[in-house]
Structures are given as structure tokens and as C-alpha cells.
């Protein structure tokens, strides 16, 4: 913590000449060591660890008050880009649901087959030669058309579908893919065959995905007759059964709904990733210039600023503490004659408030925690679960928004109470020694009883 006692040092007066005005500040100077001629890479700048070397040197160096305008305008751009592809996702999952609801007004209320069928085919066909050999290599081509290596075309879906069976490949259920072995074979057979009891196989994971397309096409009402049925529509061109063509399309087009939300959902993380560089660094910033500020006694030291971002559960009320000591420690309207006055008259702007309502509420209500509050099991229930992915959409976007106002206000009111105080140089306190700490707690321990001995012998 630092120590409250310890007064900034003046090394100038205020110039307003030097100053240029509110949106003006001093150059800062460089931290490097004279003896350091060496330029960070491309890698340093794009992770930012040469800002954290700088940093890292100049914690204990005297400085001044540094404007945050230009890590502003960065955060500002970053979180424009980052609330638009959440309005994206909030777009995605508002179409999503009227898919969805689409496909319940024509009587469908069971969710399709989530699996990416296609590539399992491909899984199916590797096995397939593998295990039967080089008279398999034709095997789920996906379509028929003639190739150097297979030059009438696609083998015969049924003849595939056959072998599966009779190779014992089928799996047990649909939660654990290992292959149920129809007859005792001993161990040096199986090998042979290429069964291998204690591994899943692969194909097992085609096969059923064949076997959920049927149950859903049962319970919806299609007219598909049998696996083979399936199997036949997927990997011809043509297909003889209709129903199962419109089975599998109702699952392609679930799946590739799921993952289009799932892909804008990953970009706007790494675009978090993204907008906590400006952020975090204005953040750690405008913690330092409390100091220049005439504003001492932080409880939250710059660095904190920033770690408590990143720990659990401090994470959830440390950053709304954070912005309120750097909010009473910038307010313009807190006399400089006393250092620590601003703990007492310092203001929080309502604003404060709400953004760390929507924080808090951001990290419980989001599109990875709604899935999983919501156990949809049929599609009038996956609508109910899409709403609140909207609404968890419409939040995180008012997070951002309101967090970009939030930080303008605090760089605006920065810059006031600098155009007030002027220029001055300060030096940070240099941390305690934890042992001269621990000490002088045991000598006020040892004190306060010695206090309280001699009250008794009174």
C-alpha cells in the first residue's frame, strides 16, 4: 500500500506555455537506460512486452502527469470493433431463432443431429479401407464420380453399410463410442482384423450419426426407412428417398447455424483480448497520475489495476473499486491543499455504478453461461435459450458502450484537475522492506501492551 505520508515532490512550477492547454501534456521521457540501445522486436511491440519492460523501469522513477488521449482513442476504436461483432452475434442468434421457430410452425419440435456428418464419412471411409482393404478405398467418396483411384465411381453404399455391420463395429449407445464385439475372438485375431477392443473406433461415431438421422426423422414424421436408406442418400448424388434427403438438410443447416454463432462468439473473444490492451494500460495510466494529480493514499496501486482484472472472484468487485478511487482521485472539484481530502469529498459519477452493474452481470449472464442454465432438450425450448442468448447479446453491448463513456469522463476530468495543478514532478515511495514491516507491527503490538500493563498497575 502506499504510504499516505509521502508528499510528491515539486521539481517546477506550473507554465501554462509548457502545458499547451488541457489536451497537451508534457512529453514524457524516455525510461530506457542510456546503456540500452536496443529496439523491441515486432513480437515485443505486438504483445506489448516492451510496455511492460518500460514500465517495469520506471515504476520508482520520478514523473509526471501523462495524458491518456491517445490510449482513449485505442480503446475507443477497439471496443467499437468488439460491440459490432456482438451485434453481429446478436443478429446471428435472432436469425437462428426464427429458423428455429420456422421449422416448429411446420411441426418439427425435435432438435436435429448436431453432428458434422460429412467429415465422420470421411472417418468411416479411412476405417473402411483400413480394416477391408484396397477393395475399400472407394468407400463413402461422398460423391459418385469417377477418379484415378476409383474409376467407377463410389462403391456401392450398401455393400459399405453390410461391412460395417458384419465387422461388429456398431457402437453400443451414442455416449460412448467403443465398439461392441459381436463374438469372443482372441486377442492376436483381433489385432489382425484391426478391432481394437480397448480403442473407439471411428466409424462407430458415422454409423450412429446415421442411426440419430433416422430416430429424428421417425419423430418428426419423415418417411426414412432404414440406415442404409441414410447412407445412400448421403453419399449419392441422386437418392432414391427424399425424406432422408430433407433429414439431413434440416441437420446440416442446424449445425451450420450452431456454428456460426459459435465462430462470431470466438472472434469477439479474441477481439476482448484485443481491447484489454488499451484498456488495461489506461487504466494503469490514469492510476499513476494521481499522484501528479495531488491526489495520495491510493489503496489500489497502478499495478493492481490491472492484475485485479485477472483473479478470480476479486475480479468480480475489485475492478468497480478501482474506478471509483481513480474517479475521487481526479475530481477536479477536490481542493489540492490537502493530499488525501479527495477520499472524503471525492465524487463517483453514477456512471461508475452502472458499469460495474453490467460487469458483474456480464460475467454471469453471457453466451457461455446461458447454454448451460438452459438445458434445451426440444426446439420450442432452444428458442426460450436463444432469447436470453439475445438479451446476454444486448447486454455485453451496453457494457461496452457504457464503458467507453465511463473512461472518457475519467480522462476528461484527469485533464481538468491537471490544467488546474499544472506541472510537477513526483517521485513514487519506494516499497517497504516486509521485514522492517513486520517489525515495527511487533514493536506497536509490544507497545499497546505495555500500555495496557501499566493501566492495570494503576
Known sequence: MRDSDSTP??????????????????????????????????????????????????????????????????????????????????????????RYQDWVDDGITDIPPTADIGQQIESARAYAQRVGGEEFRCAFLGLSVSSDECPNGEMDAILVSDF???????????????????EEVPDDEAVTTGLQTSEPVTICTAVWSSYALLTFAEQVGLDCPSVDAIVNSISSTVSEYPDCDAAFSYAEDFQASQDRSRLIWLLSIFLI???????????????????PLKSEGQKHLPEWSVLHHFIPICNFFRPGQVLSELYKGSDPDVTTDEPTAWKSAGKVRVIVYLWWILWVAGWIFNPITVPRFVNAQTLPELIDANDLLILSDVLLIFLGIVALLMLRQLHVW?????????????????????????????????????????????
Not at 14 to 42: C, L, M
Not at 434 to 453: F, I, N, S, Y
Request: aromatic residues 8%.
Open 273 to 291: 483480448v484485443v481491447v484489454a490492451f488499451p484498456y488495461l494500460s489506461l487504466l494503469h495510466r490514469a492510476s499513476r497520475n494521481l499522484l
Open 9 to 98: 515532490t515539486s521539481n517546477q512550477e506550473s507554465d501554462p506555455e509548457r502545458t499547451g492547454g488541457i489536451y497537451a501534456p508534457p512529453r514524457r521521457r524516455s525510461v530506457r537506460r542510456d546503456s540500452d540501445d536496443s529496439k523491441p522486436g515486432i513480437f515485443s511491440r505486438l504483445t506489448g512486452r516492451h510496455r511492460l519492460d518500460e514500465i517495469r523501469e520506471a515504476r520508482y522513477e520520478p514523473y509526471t502527469y501523462e495524458s491518456n488521449e491517445q490510449n482513449l482513442k485505442w480503446t475507443a476504436i477497439a471496443m467499437g470493433v468488439w460491440c459490432l461483432a456482438i451485434v453481429w452475434l446478436a443478429l446471428t442468434d435472432f436469425s437462428n431463432s426464427n
Open 414 to 458: 484527469q485533464e481538468m484537475r491537471f490544467s488546474r495543478i499544472g506541472l510537477i514532478t513526483v517521485t513514487p515511495p519506494l516499497p517497504e522492506d516486509p521485514l522492517a514491516v513486520a517489525l515495527r507491527q511487533q514493536e506497536e503490538k509490544q507497545r499497546q501492551k505495555d500500555e495496557k500493563d501499566k493501566r492495570r498497575g494503576r
Open 164 to 182: 460395417v455391420e458384419d465387422s461388429g463395429a456398431i457402437c453400443a449407445n451414442t455416449e460412448e463410442y467403443t465398439p461392441e464385439i459381436v
